[in-house]
Nanobody
């Protein structure tokens, strides 16, 4: 059974940091790429960052330099370190798995987690 679980979200103040985790319970990562997306109420699911099996990364311009994606293949876990958080970062954060390289569109991901809520107070 392939299952992804996100964790690490919560309520923080503007300027704070959070580290989100995405853990595979069914070897969903394999040698595929993993991506982080977020979705605010009434909005589409937007790309944030993706990382390949060997550690190659690609970021959305809006978060590059502020967010960092990493992975620990031995622990079947991918992380998203988020610094200097602002109210506009408030959303549900999702991780997904793709076999189509460093993909940036939601339809390119075939497995998703349930999401973790991040709320940033201003």
């Amino acid at each position: 059974q392939v299952q992804l679980v996100e964790s690490g979200g919560g309520l923080v103040q503007a300027g704070d940091s959070l580290r989100l985790s995405c853990t595979d319970s069914g070897r969903a990562f394999s040698d595929d790429a993993v991506g982080w997306f977020r979705q605010a109420p009434g909005k589409e699911r937007n790309f944030l960052a993706t990382i390949g099996y060997t550690g190659k990364t690609y970021y959305a311009a809006s978060v590059e330099g502020r967010f960092t994606i990493s992975r620990d293949n031995a622990k079947n876990t991918v992380y998203l370190q988020m610094n200097s958080l602002r109210s506009e970062d408030t959303a549900v954060y999702y991780c997904g798995v793709t076999n189509r390289g460093l993909a940036t569109q939601p339809y390119q991901y075939h497995v998703w987690g349930q999401g973790t809520q991040v709320t940033v107070s201003s």
